[in-house]
């Protein structure tokens, strides 16, 4: 028979990380160590320990909370290492519960919702999941940063895509920096060349695309798209050779990216006389 005593500590380590212990410090500097948080409304509820020893439940204006010290998630890591390799696929699969879950908590200091976001994102820009790139843009938008509001108005721009409103991707696109801006530069490059390619515009679209690749390398799950992109712009001018470069680099580069299955169709029309 098990110790009345043990059951609750059994229980305790089944629990999810984020509900583990965590320790939130607030603006009047109290350090308060807490079970479990969630949201109610405009209030966030944790449970603590009182002094003698038993568990109550508090809430917390977020303006009182400087700091919450939450676990980093195990995804994380995973998931930043399939983004260096370009590998889209694995980076969705590693963020998905997580930013679904994690969303009412995603505006608390200290939360790691922004980054897991972030890294979703890009990979379903770069896979051409337009609908719900600019859906989760516009959640990212929510919180009050540069950087959210440079990824949703780069992402934003990709509800455009589906309805074939090109227009207004191109004016939208103008109106983020090129060159020197955040990610949200990249994601807007990404959709510009997508519809600058749709309306056969390939010198426009070239430019966006090798726009990514040249000033923005670091964001590395955009660059299989934008390589793709540049290829097909390539085949758009008749320059085959350059076409088979990018193709060459996107495969030897990003071979674990889902995008590699159509990069080596399309060199195989370039092989056929």
């Known amino acids: 028979m098990k110790s009345p005593f043990l059951l609750p500590l059994i229980l305790w380590a089944a629990l999810p990380p984020m509900l583990r212990a965590q320790e939130i410090t607030t603006t009047d500097g109290q350090v308060l160590k807490s079970s479990s948080i969630r949201r109610t409304g405009s209030t966030i509820m944790v449970k603590v320990t009182t002094p003698e020893g038993g568990m109550i439940e508090m809430g917390l204006p977020p303006a009182k909370i400087v700091k919450i010290s939450f676990p980093e998630p195990p995804e994380l890591a995973k998931a930043s290492t399939a983004s260096s390799s370009g590998n889209a696929t694995e980076v969705l699969s590693l963020t998905g519960d997580y930013v679904t ?3 009412e908590l995603k505006d608390l200091p200290g939360s790691w919702w922004p980054e897991m976001s972030r890294l979703r994102l890009l990979a379903l820009a770069g896979t051409a999941k337009d609908a719900d790139a600019a859906t989760l843009a516009r959640e990212i938008g ?3 940063s540069p950087d ?3 990824l949703s108005r780069g992402g934003t721009l990709f509800a455009n895509l589906p309805s074939g409103d090109k227009e207004a991707v191109v004016v939208g696109a103008k109106a983020i920096p090129r060159i020197g801006g955040g990610q949200g530069s990249a994601l807007a490059q990404l959709a510009l060349g997508r519809t600058l390619l749709a309306k056969k515009d390939y010198p426009g679209a070239l430019r966006a695309f090798l726009t990514i690749k040249v000033f923005y390398p670091s964001v590395t799950l955009l660059q299989p ?3 793709l992109g540049a290829a097909k712009a390539y085949v758009g001018l ?6 088979a470069e990018a193709i060459k680099d996107l495969s030897e580069s990003y071979p674990s990216s889902p995008l590699v299955p159509e990069a080596k169709k399309l060199s195989e029309t370039l092989s056929k006389p």
Do not use: C, M, N
């Open 101 to 103: 879950k994690e969303a």
């Open 142 to 144: 929510s919180l009050k």
């Open 148 to 150: 959210a509001e440079s």
């Open 225 to 227: 798209a934008a390589l």
């Open 238 to 243: 008749k320059d085959e050779k350059r076409a």
